[in-house]
């Protein structure tokens, strides 16, 4: 087992080294760029949107909920629910999220190119099939992602706001003062770095899955799958070593 | 011309090409046939490059090609045409852009240009009045046309065609025989076909090698087939009824 990690480890940076090659044509790629960005990236701001705007509104009952102790200054609920946010559900969360969207689109579509000859026949026109396939993939994708941190963050607060506006849990005075108190700007940089380099993974690992996908339709089924689970994986292991890098 | 010389392929303990060698000549149609499992793609897909041979050479009149670099291994590419067994037609492209995408490549060609260039292989192939269609909706023998006309598109030096007849009825199996063997006298290409199919085998096959078990146990044309003395092709070639009686005949 060990043996065939190491196996799949170096065929996977193998493939980043065909994947970073210079593309045929620099005009091609900007139109593939654009593509995938439409479809990769713009195609899940509903999505994003959606969960964002009731995740806030439930962090802030959550947090309202927890803080029945009348010593606690109740604007305390925007600043805890700005930080959980920004710091954990605006990129950790959503990139788990989109691990799955992302990551299955990216790992079918080239599973299915694979075993239709697809991308035999790209290869055989003497185009490099990597790196016109996968790279406008992934850097519209790793680009891209840290605009979304932003509009969940902004739709988290948004929808935490609108609950505070429609119920008496706390006022609203006191939620924006909280959201206001002691910002830093770092942790929106910090929230954008790991979106973007949670990005690259999902979008590498889903792409390397699904360009050696085999095995018929089954083989797609399960290279797909295999990319998100991996990809989810990696988050979570990699979310705990920046922040230990980046906050402590 | 082609040439193959002593090729010998495996995956893992299985020998799939043992000593290969044979020639393909310019401006015919040069045929792989054998039962499936024989190692006909196994072969095609070394001669194009897409599998590594264990040993053994593969030259391009005189070039050999298994040991260049991925760049100048890719440069060649360009100089094939490439017909895949379902025709690998990108799904994400419509029919002229099918065509059109080795043009955007490798050409400095205005849009107008590859248009032109584009519908002509499509004319050349009988599909007219679906350029904007997508793959998907169409048949499996137009699919197989714009395959065609996507693999000339750039004038290649060479053709290869995997099973092109698979999954056809007999009367666009035929067209699509004729149409290759056209194109193959009309621009030159040396072409090689892999089938199974022993109606196109009579129709074009002007030199044929016959596969069995990775041993290439028989070369000769559509006319010497039936003079065989070879037992394994013998039982191939009366698997097919036609063939059978023609045989008898004989």
Same mark, same amino acid.
């Given at each position: ?16 080294? +065909?994947v970073?090659? *210079? $593309?045929e *044509? ?8 654009f +593509?995938?960005?439409?479809?990769? %990236? ?14 806030g ?32 559900f ?11 969207? %992302? ?8 599973g ?10 790209i290869e055989m ?11 406008? *993939? ?7 992602? $840290? ?6 963050? #902004? ?15 706390? $006022?609203?005075?006191?939620y ?9 700007? &770092?942790?929106?940089? &910090? ?6 380099f ?9 792409? #390397? ?8 339709a089954?083989?797609v089924?399960?290279?797909s799958?295999?990319? %998100?689970v ?13 922040t230990?890098?980046m906050?402590? | ?27 015919? @149609?040069?045929?792989?046939i ?6 006909? !793609? ?12 264990d040993?053994?050479?593969? !030259? ?17 590419r360009?100089h ?7 025709? =690998?037609?990108?799904?994400? =492209? ?23 260039? =584009?519908?002509? @292989? /499509? ?27 996507? =693999? ?8 290869? @065609? ?24 009309e ?7 892999? !089938? ?5 085998? /009579? ?7 016959? /596969? ?15 003079? !065989? ?12 009824s ?9």
């Open positions: 087992m060990l043996k065939k990690f190491f196996i799949e480890t170096g065929r996977y940076f193998l493939f980043l080294r +065909i970073f090659k *210079k $593309p *044509k620099w005009k091609i790629f900007w139109k593939q760029f +593509i995938e960005a439409d479809k990769l %990236i713009v195609s899940s701001v509903v999505l994003v949107a959606v969960i964002s705007l009731f995740i509104g439930v962090l802030v009952i959550q947090t309202a909920s927890n803080m029945s102790n009348p010593f606690l200054d109740r604007m305390l609920v925007g600043y805890m629910v700005r930080e959980s946010l920004i710091l954990e605006c990129s950790t969360m959503v990139a788990l999220i989109l691990a799955g969207k %992302i990551g299955s689109n990216i790992a079918s579509e080239l299915s190119m694979r075993i239709s000859d697809q991308i035999d026949a026109m003497g185009v490099n099939s990597a790196s016109f396939l996968v790279l406008p *993939k992934v850097l519209s994708v790793t680009v891209l992602s $840290p605009l979304l941190v932003l509009l969940s963050f #902004y739709l988290g607060l948004l929808g935490g706001w609108i609950v505070v506006e429609t119920t008496s849990i706390i $006022p609203a005075a006191k924006l003062s909280g959201l206001k108190y002691s910002f830093s700007e &770092y942790y929106v940089f &910090y929230s954008c770095f790991k979106m973007a949670f990005s690259f993974m999902i979008s590498t690992i889903s792409a #390397y899955k699904g360009f050696y996908a085999a095995g018929g089954l083989g089924g399960r290279s799958t295999k990319s %998100i991996i990809s989810c994986i990696l988050i979570l292991m990699f979310d705990l070593i920046i230990q890098l906050l402590y | 011309m082609i040439k193959i010389e002593h090729l010998y392929k495996s995956f893992g303990e299985v020998k799939v090409l043992k000593d290969i060698s044979i020639e393909y000549r310019q401006g015919v @149609c040069n045929m792989i054998g039962a499936s499992g024989s190692g006909k !793609t196994v072969l095609l897909k070394t001669i194009i490059g897409l599998m590594e041979p040993s053994g050479t593969v !030259t391009f009149n005189g070039q050999d090609i298994s040991g260049l670099p991925y760049a100048e291994k890719k440069r060649f360009q094939i045409g490439v017909l895949f067994q379902n025709s =690998a037609l990108f799904d994400f =492209a419509t029919v002229i852009e099918n065509v059109m995408f080795p043009m955007d490549f490798f050409t400095d060609w205005s849009r107008s240009e590859k248009i032109k260039r =584009a519908k002509y @292989c /499509l004319e050349r192939v009988n599909v007219v009045g679906s350029e904007k269609k997508y793959p998907g909706e169409l048949s499996g023998g137009m699919q197989k046309r714009v395959g065609i006309a996507r =693999a000339i598109a750039l004038n290649p030096k060479y053709l290869i @065609c995997d099973e092109p007849n698979s999954g056809l009825d007999p009367e666009t199996s035929i067209l699509i025989d004729q149409l290759i063997h056209g194109l193959t006298r621009f030159g290409m040396t072409t090689i076909i892999n !089938t199974h199919d022993m109606n196109s085998i /009579l129709e074009i096959g002007d030199n044929i090698g016959f /596969l069995h078990q990775g041993r290439m146990l028989w070369q000769g044309d559509r006319h010497s087939i039936f003079d !065989t003395e070879c037992s394994e092709l013998h039982k191939f070639i009366c698997a097919n036609l063939a059978r009686n023609i045989m008898e005949s004989r």
